[in-house]
């Protein structure tokens, strides 16, 4: 089983900056797309960052630049540097990383979410 852990939230000041970690752990033979989502309260889940297996960077218009995604050598880990935080970048921030798993002699793809964390910015 695959387990994905996001670390880093908390309350900043508009303005200030934060980066997130997320970290993925388990069983598994490599990772697909690594993905960084916010839910507002009473707003649906929505994706603000995404790394392609290739290492493409895609962003929400909302957050261009402002937010950084990258990933580390090993590829189990993604992070969100955040700058210029603004309020409307509050949320719960979830992390969603694709991954490759072999059953028998074929391999399967799968996603596992982290719990979130808070990211909360106001002054």
């Known amino acids: 089983q695959v387990q994905v852990v996001e670390s880093g939230g908390g309350l900043v000041q508009p303005g200030g900056s934060l980066r997130l970690s997320c970290a993925a752990s388990g069983s598994f033979s490599s990772t697909l797309a690594m993905n960084w989502y916010r839910q507002a309260p009473g707003e649906e889940r929505k994706l603000v960052a995404s790394l392609s297996t290739s290492n493409t960077e895609n962003y929400a218009d909302s957050v261009k630049g402002r937010f950084a995604i990258s990933t580390n050598e090993a590829r189990n880990s993604v992070f969100l540097q955040m700058n210029r935080l603004e309020p409307d970048d509050s949320g719960v921030y979830y992390c969603?990383?694709?991954?490759?798993?072999?059953?028998?002699?074929?391999?399967?793809?799968?996603?596992?979410w982290g719990p979130g964390t808070q990211v909360t910015v106001s002054s």
């Open positions: 969603n990383v694709g991954y490759i798993i072999r059953r028998g002699t074929s391999w399967r793809n799968r996603n596992a």
